[in-house]
């Protein structure tokens, strides 16, 4: 059974920062896109940054722009979200996403809570 194990989500006050990182042995990590998703309460859940294989491209939701980066580390099998100048509205569940393009194969972690709140 694959897993991604997320960590790094938590409380902090709007302007705060956070880093998630998700990790996983149980697949090819450096083939497949990783991406963050998030669910905020009572919405669906939604893109917030993917970074392809290789790392050569990136996308963010405009909601996040400039103010998270995602990153991979294809030899630790790591992919990272650095959220700065976090908002109230940034608070939800955030997922890892992993997908291999063209083979309808993804896995997804099992979420981490982040909180934005004064």
């Known amino acids: 059974q694959v897993q991604l194990v997320e960590s790094g989500g938590g409380s902090v006050q709007p302007g705060g920062s956070l880093k998630l990182s998700c990790t996983s042995t149980d697949f090819a990590f450096g083939n497949y896109y990783m991406g963050w998703y998030r669910q905020r309460p009572g919405q669906e859940r939604e893109l917030v940054a993917r970074?392809?294989?290789?790392?050569?491209?990136?996308n963010y939701a405009d909601f996040v722009r400039d103010r998270f980066t995602i990153s991979r580390d294809d030899v630790a099998n790591t992919v990272s979200l650095e959220m700065n100048n976090l908002k109230p509205a940034d608070t939800a569940v955030y997922y890892c996403?992993?997908?291999?393009?063209?083979?309808?194969?993804?896995?997804w972690g099992q979420g981490t809570r982040v909180t934005v709140s004064s």
């Open positions: 996403h992993a997908a291999l393009i063209g083979s309808g194969r993804g896995y």
């Open positions: 970074i392809s294989n290789g790392g050569a491209f990136i």
